[in-house]
């Protein structure tokens, strides 16, 4: 079948876990997608093309268009975003040549400030929130390891609104096996991820375990348990129709997690790469301020990992 035509060209900000995998994906379906990258990872992608290893399936795209420059790509009709959160002001303003007025650029990166964030730089009208639920990373130049069965994509315009540019979006996910869901309310879609990643992401890097052993040990589950019930009060007090009794769904879904799982920002630390405190456990730290709550589990762990918050110099 032919890809739908709505989205002729897309170009993937950042061919990382995130990014090179779906970014790969779509690419295999048929669409016209070129790759923004940089460093060693973009001198494999122009020699060598990407490869993805899968349990979901592998894939080798040879050529790939991949440039560290925008304006060589020029305007395209969406954009999957998907840098670390302390690259998302560069990021987004290196998108300007991408951009024409009507182009979509969906944010799949963690927390809930992305697309705020992204709006402030190019303009709120460009911008559709999503999530990623995967583990995937870049093993090697080149290459795009994804582990575990996970593979999903969630987004939305914030108004609910099925618009015709979310429409196209999935029937791209569709044509290219992606397992997707168009939601009808993204706020409250972002927030149940963030409620399971923030505590996920700031107990593994902390404990520089994965979830089996965190969720085995009596002391270390509660101090997952604690920083899900607070996760879960900020986002009530934001607004996210959700209540406390999601302490259990949640603590059931890392229940359900692979053993060896653990978190992109673990990952990051163990390769001494930055790490997004900022925009994880410590995006909780300062929305409770602003409620008047206290997050003791969550001002703790970036106390905790303060030090190593750069990345190793
Ligand atoms: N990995 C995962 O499993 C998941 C990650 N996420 C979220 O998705 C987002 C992306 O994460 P992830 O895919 O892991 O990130 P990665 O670090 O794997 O990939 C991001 C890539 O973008 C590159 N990059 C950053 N800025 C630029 C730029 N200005 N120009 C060109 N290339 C650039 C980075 O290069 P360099 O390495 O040189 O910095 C890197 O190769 C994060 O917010 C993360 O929390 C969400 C769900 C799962
Ligand atoms: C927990 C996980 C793997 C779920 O998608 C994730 O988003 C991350 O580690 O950044």
Redesign the pocket.
């Known amino acids: 079948m032919a890809p739908d035509p709505t989205l002729k060209r897309i170009a993937v ?9 779906f970014g790969a994906r779509l690419k295999a379906a048929g669409h016209d997608v070129s790759f ?4 060693a ?2 001198d494999a992608l122009k020699t060598s093309g990407l490869t993805v290893a899968s349990p979901l399936g592998d894939l080798a795209l040879a050529p790939v268009t991949a440039s ?1 420059d925008p304006a060589e790509i020029g305007p395209v009709d969406a954009i999957v975003f ?4 302390g ?1 998302t002001e ?2 987004a303003e ?1 998108c300007r040549p991408l951009l024409k007025p009507e182009t979509s650029l969906f944010t ?4 809930v400030e ?1 697309a705020a964030r992204i709006g402030a730089a190019i303009g709120a009208e460009h911008v559709v929130p999503g ?8 093993a090697a130049p080149g290459v795009i390891r994804h582990t575990g069965q996970m593979a999903k994509l969630v987004f939305g315009e914030t108004d609910g609104r099925a618009s015709a540019r979310c429409e196209a979006f999935a029937a791209a996910c569709r044509e290219a096996g992606i397992d997707h869901e168009l939601s009808g309310d993204i706020t409250l879609a972002l927030w149940q991820k963030f409620i399971r ?1 923030a505590p996920l ?1 700031g107990v593994t890097a902390l404990t520089r375990h994965p979830v089996g052993p965190i969720r085995e040990n009596a002391r270390t589950r509660a101090l997952l348990g604690e920083a899900v019930a607070e996760a879960i009060a900020v986002a009530r007090a934001e607004g996210a129709a959700m209540g406390r009794e999601e302490a259990d769904a949640v603590l059931a879904w890392f229940d359900g997690l692979p053993a060896e799982m653990t ?3 673990a ?2 630390l163990e390769r001494g ?1 930055p790490l ?1 405190l900022d ?2 456990n410590g995006a909780l730290v300062r929305l409770a301020e602003r409620h008047g709550l206290d997050v003791p589990a969550h001002r703790f762990i970036t106390q905790a990992l303060e030090l190593q918050k750069e990345g190793a110099a």
């Open positions: 900000m950042g061919t990382g876990g995130v990014g090179g995998y923004i990258a940089r460093g990872h973009l560290n998907a840098v670390k959160l690259d560069s990021a290196r799949f990166q963690n927390g992305s999530v990623a639920y995967i583990a995937a990373t870049i990643l992401a978190s992109s920002m990952g990051d790469k997004e925009g994880l």
